[in-house]
């Protein structure tokens, strides 16, 4: 680990000022373990966002060896120190401060060979065991005389930290080390700092020529794991200035990276991330305190899934609550615009956030777990995903709808055209839309949902298709039926021996121009040559239905006899022989008479037989028709035959000559009185009309019809009135008197 330039001391004023860090002891005397580190490297030191960029100093040495006013003076922390009048323990434990204007923590451990615990050796393997497991640098605090010494050069505990060292880093061969620095106290320089160098290096050889290696590591050397320096300071309290001057110096080498001895290399870190830092140290403590082997990496990898799931936690907590917002208007069916990009920063957003805090751990558990929270945040995406691929389905769908029937509504229109543009439209309205929520990192797909969409759209074209062509078809057959019944009426209503070949030809002609209208615009359907085939079946069928109910209504009995009587009335009123031509229509109706040389291509089927609807008028209702009309036709006859008659006796002209002669006055007095002309005029156009439309018979049977029903109604009253005053007798013989009257008076 390195820090920055602006961390270097400038003086020992500074190093030795007033503002100093707070102090923890992170393991007291009965060897537990402080619940405030996570704290401290937050609050008090403000380390724990440095990641990396941090460095761990621990110090060994015996009690009473000035262990503590060393880290003081090079550290500018405040860790108590041995009182000048007094020589008893004053570091209990391990305490544990910021360097002063550094990124460093400094561990300052219970001294070794003290009297209160004497011969009770198990803190020192532990706490041993902890500075190893976590310290860049370790300082080895001892005075020159202990140089070559083995208890009090603490050899003992190297071998211990050799030993530990192997269990620990077995694995890390060459790859981590922890550097060994030296510091001998009061050296006066009568012994070279490089002849006591070799001692010490001699020493610490020999230690690890003895340490019992593991298995495959038996050729292994001391340098695969340990770098070791070597510095000298003069004493404290003979020489103070110049202690205080290579205190100075010696702090450069700690804080100044560009220093050729600077001491925290990359290859002294432990790899823990400062914000992790309190759960690392923690669980190396309690493995410790367990008697368990150490495996340093599983635990750095512990310490990783640890700190990655709760730095991902807090990452999908965050994650969660941006996305809230999208749950209610997408399930309520809404597309929602810009969505994609939306969850893509958002979903970024966690990720580089969990990437910020866990990238500096485990390199392997941290891209697992990253592959995890980015796997949650892209399940928990997809719901929405779904939700507005379903959404944009839907909205897809009426879009299509929408434009089919807004074209459709239009007279002219190419249904394939409208289809085809309809399609596109909605297809690539879902396109974008589905592209658009398609993450980066996902293996989203919405290859189903398009073919679906796209069978849904051909569905809904397809009844459309239906649809329209029913509709065309009935409008062709209408405007059929119309022309059918403007021009087939008119032969109908003057019938000739032609008549049936000029209908026919006339229907064979409106017929095959709507098969025309029909076929072209079928087109516009994309209809096959099957469907176009059966579509002229059906509307030929339908078109000699539509010709047939037609004569059907032509020939009905009351309209036929109408035929036959205007016939009659038209060739015989006047002419005895006119009977027996009306009666000829009869069988010219009869029968449609196909032309041999004209095929109407008319289909036969279980529902219609063609050949069968050929007989208009069966045989069984000519004979009705035949004797009903025979009888008005002798009414007819009678009535006729009275007219002649009545033609024939003519009033001889001096008979009008006398009558004028005689009306002379009166004559005068109507045309000289308005009254009198004006009434006279009425009656005389009146009768005028009545002559000419041949009306006076009816007339007179509607005047007869009056007069019996007046005659009648009087008898009923004269007679009730009779009954009511108690002569029922009376009533009966006036009634038959009264009864005979009305008979005389048609009889005169």
């Known amino acids: 680990m390195t820090v920055g330039p602006n961390q270097t001391a400038s003086d020992t004023n500074a190093v030795n000022g007033n503002q100093k860090l707070p102090r923890l002891q992170i393991i007291d005397g009965n060897q537990n373990f402080s619940k405030d580190l996570q704290r401290f490297m937050k609050d008090e030191w403000h380390l724990a966002e440095h990641g990396f960029n941090y460095n761990l100093v621990a110090v060994f040495g015996s009690q009473s060896t000035g262990k503590s006013t060393l880290l003081n003076r090079l550290f500018g922390t405040d860790f108590d120190v041995m009182s000048e009048t007094a020589r008893r323990q004053t ?36 706490s041993a065991l902890f500075s190893m497991a976590t310290s860049n640098v370790i300082i080895v605090n001892l005075w020159e005389h202990q140089v070559g010494l083995y208890n009090g050069a603490n050899m003992g505990l190297l071998k211990t930290v050799f030993e530990v060292n192997l269990q620990l880093f077995q694995a890390a061969r060459g790859k981590e080390k922890t550097l060994l620095f030296f510091v001998i106290r009061d050296h006066v320089g009568t012994t070279p700092l490089a002849n006591l160098s070799a001692t010490l290096t001699a020493d610490l050889e020999r230690i690890w020529d003895g340490v ?87 635990q750095q990898e512990l310490l990783a899934q640890y700190r990655c799931d709760e730095i991902a936690g807090v990452a999908f907590e965050a994650f969660s609550a941006k996305i809230k917002g999208f749950r209610q208007p997408i ?18 957003t ?57 074209r459709l509504k239009g007279d002219k ?56 062509t029913k509709k065309m078809v009935k409008a062709l057959e209408k405007s059929f039926e119309n022309q059918v019944n403007e021009h087939i009426g008119l032969y109908l209503n003057k019938p000739s021996p032609e008549m049936w070949s000029k209908i026919l030809t006339k229907y064979k ?53 109408l035929k036959l009587r ?76 009275r007219s002649v008659v009545a033609t024939q006796a003519r009033i001889p002209v001096y008979i009008y000559l006398f009558m004028l002669a005689l009306g002379w006055n009166e004559l005068m007095s109507i045309l000289f009185s308005p009254t009198y002309l004006i009434l006279f005029s009425f009656i005389g156009m009146l ?62």
């Open 212 to 298: 019992a290696k593991p298995e495959g590591l038996e050729s292994c050397k001391i340098s695969d794991y340990f770098d070791t320096m070597f510095t000298g300071l003069p004493h404290k309290v003979l020489l103070p200035e110049k202690f205080d001057q290579e205190a100075l110096k010696l702090r450069d080498r700690f804080t100044n990276p560009n220093h050729k001895d600077f001491v925290f290399k990359p290859n002294y870190s432990k790899r823990v991330p400062a914000d992790g830092f309190h759960v690392y140290a923690e669980g190396i403590w309690d493995q410790i305190m367990a008697n368990k082997d150490l495996d340093l990496p599983t």
């Open 509 to 561: 002609s409106i017929r095959d121009g709507i098969e025309d209208q029909l076929l072209k615009k079928a087109k516009s359907f994309n209809s096959t040559e099957e469907e176009n085939a059966q579509t002229i079946h059906n509307f030929r069928k339908r078109s000699w239905q539509m010709l047939r109910k037609k004569i059907d209504d032509e020939v009905a009995d009351n309209v036929f006899l």
């Open 331 to 348: 399930e309520s069916g809404k597309v929602l615009e810009d969505l994609g990009p939306q969850m893509e920063e958002i979903r970024n």
């Open 687 to 748: 009768l005028t009309i009545l002559y000419y439309l041949n009306l006076f018979g009816p007339l007179e049977s509607f005047l007869r019809l009056v007069v019996s029903e007046f005659l009648g109604l009087g008898r009923e009253k004269v007679t009730g009135y009779i009954e009511q005053r108690g002569y029922p007798k009376v009533a009966e013989r006036v009634g038959k008197i009264l009864g005979e009257e009305p008979k005389k008076l048609k009889t005169n």
């Open 350 to 406: 966690a990720i580089k956030h969990f990437d910020k805090d866990a990238s500096r751990y485990h390199a392997e558990v941290y891209k697992r777990k990253r592959a995890e929270i980015l796997n949650k945040t892209n399940s928990t995406l997809h719901v929405f995903y779904l939700g507005q691929l379903k959404n944009l389905t839907k909205k897809a769908l009426t879009t299509f709808k929408t434009i089919v029937q807004e």
């Open 91 to 126: 570091t209990k434990g391990i305490w544990m401060s910021r360097g002063k204007d550094m990124d460093v923590l400094i561990m300052d451990v219970e001294g070794t060979d003290g009297r209160e615990r004497g011969e009770d050796q198990d803190f020192e393997r532990k």
């Open 566 to 641: 205007e016939r009659f009335e038209e060739k015989f009123r006047y002419d005895d022989a006119g009977v027996p031509k009306a009666l000829q229509l009869i069988p010219l109706f009869a029968q449609v008479e196909l032309p041999s040389d004209m095929d109407l291509g008319v289909p036969s089927d279980e529902e219609m037989n063609f050949e069968e609807t050929l007989v208009v008028i069966s045989e069984t209702r000519q004979h009705d028709l035949t004797t009903r009309f025979k009888r008005e036709s002798d009414a007819f006859y009678l009535e006729a035959k």
């Open 413 to 468: 229109y190419d249904f394939a055209e409208v289809v085809q543009e309809a399609r596109q439209k909605s297809e690539g309205l879902f396109l974008e839309g589905a592209k658009a929520i398609v993450l980066t990192e996902t293996d989203w797909a919405f290859d189903e949902d398009y073919s679906q969409l796209q069978e849904e759209i051909s569905e809904i074209a397809a009844r459309s298709r239906v649809e329209e």
